[in-house]
Structures are given as C-alpha cells and as structure tokens.
C-alpha cells in the first residue's frame, strides 16, 4: 500500500510551519503562485502570531525516484523496489504551544510515525520531550530532523548529537534541513517513505483476510469542522473497509445513523473522491447540524454491518474556567450561539450557562490555558463582533464545608469565605523545564515566587538543565509562562502535566468600585500574597478607571476586611464660567450647591465599567 501517514512534531517555533510550506511546494501540491507563509495555518490569529492553533490534514504525492535516491522501499507484500511508485504522503499538521498538546495526542493518533523536529539554534527543549513521550507511548516511528541549518547561530552537529543521543540511534539518522531554502527537504520525504510502515488495518485476523469491500468501514474521528450549508464535516483515518458518497453510515458511540454527502481528501483544500480507502485520512460531509451529536474519538462505521468502535480519545480536561458575559444583555442569543458555532470547530471548549446578580446571564467557560482562553475570546469578538466581559480565570477547587458535603468550585464568586470551609483542595502539575545554567539563579526565585516544589535537576547532553518540581495549577496560570520567558531572556521552555489534588491555603479576594463589589474582578489567591496582589489590584485600576463625576472609591477586602484602597478625584465642573459679574455670593451658592451634588453621588452613583477595563485586568496590563 503505497500511503504514509506521519506528522510532524516539536516545541513551538522550531520551524514546523515552514517545514511544511517546503513540502507543499517541493511535492507540487499548492500551485507556486497560491503559495504563501504557513499555509496550512488558515486562521487569521495564526498568522498573526506565527503559531498553530488547530491541527491541519493535508494529502501529497511524491515520486522518490525523481530525486535519484537509491532508498528501499517497504510495501505490504515485500515485493522488490518499484522505482516508478507513486506514494500518497498523508501530513497532519499539529501545534506546538504546550497548550494544545490534546490537538496532538489526537493527531498522532490517526499515523503511524513523526517527524520530530529540533531547531539547530535551540536544541531539545521541554515541549519536545513532552510531545516525544505521547509518538513513543503510541509506539511510532520517529524519524529524528534537525532545523534551521542555515541560521548564523546554527550549532547543527552539536544538536545532532543531542538528538542521536536522546533517541538512543546512531548520528546518520538524524537529517538536517532547512525550511527556509528547502535544504534536505527531499531525502526528509524519501526518509518518510523509507522508514514509516505502510497502514495496515486495525481489524481481527479473520476480517482482515476478507476483501476490502466486504469490510465494514471503520473511520477513527480525530477532528471536524462545520459549514451552515453542509453540517458537520468529519475528518477521518480510515482504519478499515470502504467509504463511498451515498453509504449510510453510522457514529458507533452517538449510536445516530447519516448519509455520506460527500467523501473526499484534503489538498489543503476539499477534493471530493468517489471512495476513501482503508489507510488513508480524508473527510466526509454528513449533514448533520444538530450540535452535540459529533465527538472527537468516536468511530464512523457501517449502519447495515456494525463493527466494533476503536480506541478513542480521553475527552480534554479543561485547565482553567473564565466567566464569559456579553456586554448586552440582548447580545445573549448571539453569544451561545457563537459558542455552539466555536464548539464545533474545537472540541476542546466547553461552556454552561450561568447567572450574576450584577452582570446578567453569561457563560461559565472552560479552557485548555491560558492561550486557548486568549484565542477563543478574540475569535469571539473577531468572527462574531461580540462585546465581551470576561472575568478573571481560575482553576479548579474542591471545597468541603463543615457538614461535610463536598463540592468543586471554579467560580471565585462561588468560593468560600474565609473560615467558613473545613478543607479547601486545589489541582497540582508536574512541570519541566529546561534553561542554560546561567539562568537559574532568576529561574530558581521565579519557582520560589509561584510556590513550586523543586525535584530532580539533570544536565543535559547540550549542558543545559533540566529541572523538574510540583507547583500549584494556579500559580501556573498566573503569567508564569511569560515570566519564564522574561527572567531567562526567551531560552527557557515549559511543558507540564496535571497533577492529583493537595491541600490549598488560598482566600477569596473581592474588588469593590464605588463601595459595590464587581464579580468580574473576583479572584482566588494564595494567602501569603494577600497583600501584594491587593495593591496591585486597585493601583491597576486606578490607572485604568475613567474618572467619575464623583470621587470614586476603589477597595479590596478580604473575610470582611479592607485591605487596601485607592481614590481618584472627581472631574471639576465649571460650573461659575457662565457668572459675568454681580456679587460673589452668587459663585458661592452654585458651589454650594454642586458640593451637595457631588455628595449625593458619592453615596448613590454607579459606575459604568468599560469592557477594555475588564480585558486589562485580565491580561494583568495597564
């Protein structure tokens, strides 16, 4: 079977895009004049930011023998090498932010090996072990590729050893290419040939032995998309059997029958076909549109011969909630339906609706980290021009009150006061990082400062450090990734995974404006950075609230108890500049009268909160 399904992994910014622009272009798969940087990176946020966001499938052909490369190819009968074959080369594309390692984990799922790709300026970082650890407990190939060869600041044989020697192979199996000339690029393709088995079906002996029409089809979902005229659109590996345009098929865990619209691969762009084979990854249109009923891991299968449904995926486990409001309460019905639309795009948001006495209906919404809540939020307001409020994001708690019921909270509304629970619980990770020595004197108060439990430090072949430590899920989530970045000038990296639960000493801390309390600025925080993170609060705000007719008052409490306050003055109106002449007694009486005024609405007057306050406070700009 001439096919070859592989991905390409690595940390983020290693060069995995261009990587793949040279194999579009080098396969002829994208016309010359249709090319353009990451291409497979279709989002405008992508582009923007330089990273990928969202898994991407795409079908090439490749001729090995044009390069004139004496390569042995493997096929399923073992017959001799046909220098004339055509091989179908199935790339799917994966992001590289530890955030969206579940995109991963899916496509990694659906092929049978990886390009794992290290910069040559970098070497091996901790996302690179991390993504590595997923293709070797899947028990893929991996074939080993050092990037970016041309840079000015390449160290290439020394990060060939590094990768030889963490993959336990001899240094002749690491490539070396460039995504930027396109160096290596083809023996990389013949490599992927070569090395990567071609996909055999995942079915019982018996029925592996029937022809492959009366096989029942069995297509592993790994992603979709949506389209209002034509519904959910699946992308599948097909496993088993046959998928025709026509055949009613069926979800073997929703147990909900459709017709096939339309089958076909993606070039990156839709290409119908009549049929999709065992082996190969394409999509099918179902028509479906009704929301809920597609699941990523469920398997497409025969309505009229049911085959058993293939191992899945753990559904993903939101990282950190965020309080999703729209600015208008008439925006509402927009809002959920933005979020259904989103929901079947990405399967790793979640949402429920919830209710704030001060900020109306909204959304209670889950997230993979602290990137995914920044990119859903501006799809939000990009795709749908909504106006958002979102509140400040929290991880998980699980509180147990004095009678002994136990309950999960991810809402610091809905947290405790203080003193009321008997026992207060939060999520732990397991992190690692990886930094040249020089830097972890600033690294190592950085983990002091978010309460990190430092373990195991190595060295590594490169004579960087590995560290590895424990740290509450919450001071994760709080700027700890960037901060990284900043004490470490961009050399340190991060990967990290969730943890079980331990005890937590945190309180809820309330922001009052205008002596009423603003549930968007609610936050849960660790007890012995009470005061700190109460200054700060309302030092930000001061600078960030438009000045009132009224001077305005900006508190933090805690149990009960103001902590810390800050006040900014009322604007001046003049209300004299009118007054041409006559006996002063005039002036004295308006401004009498406006101090009466402006008295009254100290006690009385509301403040209206603009929606870039709140995105401010969330980001923790200014």
């Given at each position: 079977m001439?096919?070859?399904?592989?991905?390409?992994?690595?940390?983020?910014?290693?060069?995995?895009?261009?990587?793949?622009?040279?194999?579009?272009?080098?396969?002829?798969?994208?016309?010359?004049?249709?090319?353009?940087?990451?291409?497979?990176?279709?989002?405008?946020?992508?582009?923007?930011?330089?990273i990928t966001i969202k898994m991407t499938p795409v079908r090439m052909l490749w001729h090995p023998q044009n390069q004139n490369v004496n390569i042995k190819i493997q096929n399923d009968n073992a017959k001799s090498k046909n220098e004339n074959s055509e091989y179908i080369l199935n790339l799917i594309d994966t992001p590289g932010h530890v955030d969206f390692a579940y995109e991963v984990s899916r496509a990694l799922s659906a092929v049978e090996g990886v390009v794992l790709?290290?910069?040559?300026?970098?070497?091996?970082?901790?996302?690179?072990?991390?993504?590595?650890?997923?293709?070797?407990?899947?028990?893929?190939?991996?074939?080993?590729?050092?990037?970016?060869?041309?840079?000015?600041?390449?160290?290439?044989?020394?990060?060939?050893?590094?990768?030889?020697?963490?993959?336990?192979?001899?240094?002749?199996?690491?490539?070396?290419?460039?995504?930027?000339?396109?160096?290596?690029?083809?023996?990389?393709?013949?490599?992927?040939?070569?090395?990567?088995?071609?996909?055999?079906?995942?079915?019982?002996?018996?029925?592996?032995?029937?022809?492959?029409?009366?096989?029942?089809?069995?297509?592993?979902?790994?992603?979709?998309?949506?389209?209002?005229?034509?519904g959910v659109i699946l992308y599948v590996r097909m496993f088993g059997g046959v998928v025709k345009k026509g055949d009613t098929l069926m979800f073997a865990a929703a147990k909900i029958s459709f017709v096939a619209q339309e089958v076909g691969v993606l070039t990156p762009e839709e290409s119908s076909r009549p049929e999709l084979l065992e082996g190969e990854i394409g999509y099918i249109v179902t028509g479906v549109k009704k929301p809920g009923v597609v699941s990523v891991g469920d398997t497409v299968t025969s309505k009229r011969v049911i085959a058993s449904a293939l191992p899945g995926y753990r559904p993903p486990a939101p990282v950190i909630w965020a309080s999703v409001y729209p600015e208008s309460q008439d925006d509402l019905v927009a809002l959920r339906?933005?979020?259904?639309?989103?929901?079947?795009?990405?399967?790793?948001?979640?949402?429920?609706?919830?209710?704030?006495?001060?900020?109306?209906?909204?959304?209670?919404?889950?997230?993979?980290?602290?990137?995914?809540?920044?990119i859903v939020i501006e799809r939000l307001r990009r795709e749908f021009t909504l106006a958002l409020v979102v509140t400040q994001p929290t991880t998980m708690y699980e509180v147990t009150h004095k009678n002994g019921a136990v309950e999960s909270v991810y809402a610091p509304t809905r947290f405790p006061d203080d003193g009321?629970?008997?026992?207060?619980?939060?999520?732990?990770?397991?992190?690692?990082?990886?930094?040249?020595?020089?830097?972890?004197?600033?690294?190592?108060?950085?983990?002091?400062?978010?309460?990190?439990?430092?373990?195991?430090?190595?060295?590594?072949?490169?004579?960087?450090?590995?560290?590895?430590?424990?740290?509450?899920?919450?001071?994760?989530?709080?700027?700890?990734?960037?901060?990284?970045?900043?004490?470490?000038?961009?050399?340190?990296?991060?990967?990290?995974?969730?943890a079980g639960l331990k005890d937590a000493d945190v309180v809820r801390l309330d922001t009052l404006v205008a002596e009423e309390a603003v549930p968007a600025f609610a936050r849960i925080i660790s007890r012995r950075r009470i005061q700190e993170e109460a200054e700060a609060m309302v030092e930000r705000l001061e600078k960030l609230l438009p000045r009132q007719l009224f001077e305005l008052k900006i508190q933090t409490r805690v149990s009960g108890r103001i902590i810390a306050a800050r006040r900014v003055s009322a604007l001046r109106k003049d209300v004299t500049?009118?007054?041409?002449?006559?006996?002063?007694?005039?002036?004295?009486?308006?401004?009498?009268?406006?101090k009466r005024g402006k008295k009254k609405m100290l006690a009385r007057g509301k403040v209206d909160i603009p929606h870039e306050v709140f995105l401010k406070v969330v980001k923790g700009g200014e």
């Open positions: 001439n096919i070859r399904n592989f991905s390409i992994i690595a940390h983020i910014d290693h060069g995995k895009s261009t990587l793949a622009d040279r194999m579009l272009e080098l396969t002829n798969t994208i016309e010359s004049r249709k090319m353009h940087e990451q291409v497979l990176d279709r989002m405008d946020l992508e582009q923007e930011r330089g790709l290290v910069d040559a300026t970098q070497g091996v970082e901790a996302q690179t072990l991390s993504v590595l650890g997923i293709a070797k407990e899947l028990n893929l190939v991996i074939i080993p590729v050092v990037s970016k060869i041309d840079a000015p600041t390449a160290r290439t044989d020394v990060i060939v050893s590094e990768l030889a020697l963490l993959l336990k192979c001899d240094e002749s199996l690491v490539l070396r290419v460039s995504g930027k000339t396109g160096e290596g690029v083809a023996p990389l393709l013949n490599a992927v040939v070569e090395r990567i088995p071609a996909p055999r079906p995942r079915t019982e002996s018996a029925q592996a032995l029937t022809p492959l029409e009366a096989r029942p089809p069995m297509g592993l979902i790994f992603d979709f998309d949506y389209s209002d005229h034509r339906q933005a979020l259904e639309r989103l929901r079947l795009t990405d399967s790793s948001l979640s949402y429920e609706e919830e209710s704030s006495g001060v900020m109306g209906k909204g959304f209670r919404c889950g997230f993979l980290g602290m990137l995914h809540l920044e009321v629970a008997e026992r207060v619980r939060e999520v732990w990770a397991h992190i690692s990082l990886i930094t040249p020595p020089e830097y972890m004197g600033g690294i190592s108060q950085l983990l002091y400062d978010h309460e990190a439990v430092v373990g195991d430090t190595a060295t590594l072949p490169d004579g960087k450090l590995e560290v590895r430590a424990e740290m509450p899920l919450r001071e994760l989530m709080r700027s700890f990734f960037d901060r990284l970045k900043s004490v470490s000038s961009g050399y340190a990296s991060l990967s990290y995974e969730l500049g009118y007054l041409y002449g006559g006996d002063v007694t005039r002036k004295m009486k308006l401004l009498e009268k406006q």
